[in-house]
């Protein structure tokens, strides 16, 4: 196997702020910051989403919009139709 052409692998704090929740998981990812978690220093690297907050991991339903693309154009356009 050649050397030095492989990413660093590495313990990495990954936070998912929709949920305040912390993951230690082995991964080759590179941080420039790092935090203490633990007692212990580690990579760290924020997430929007993980499975503690994704909908369907968690069972919620979340609903953004009451329409969709078609529904908007429809009611943008209607006053056009003969």
């Not at 924020?46 to 529904?71: K, M, W």
């Amino acid at each position: 196997m050649r050397t030095d052409i492989h990413p660093q692998y590495q313990d990495v704090l990954f936070h998912d702020t929709n949920a305040d929740a912390y993951f230690i998981i082995g991964s080759t990812m590179q941080s420039k910051q790092t935090k203490e978690y633990q007692g212990k220093v580690y990579p760290y690297v924020t997430l929007d989403i993980s499975s503690v907050s994704h909908p369907f991991y968690t069972g919620e339903i979340r609903q953004a919009s009451n329409e969709g693309r078609v529904a908007s154009f429809n009611n943008r356009f209607a006053r056009f139709k003969r």
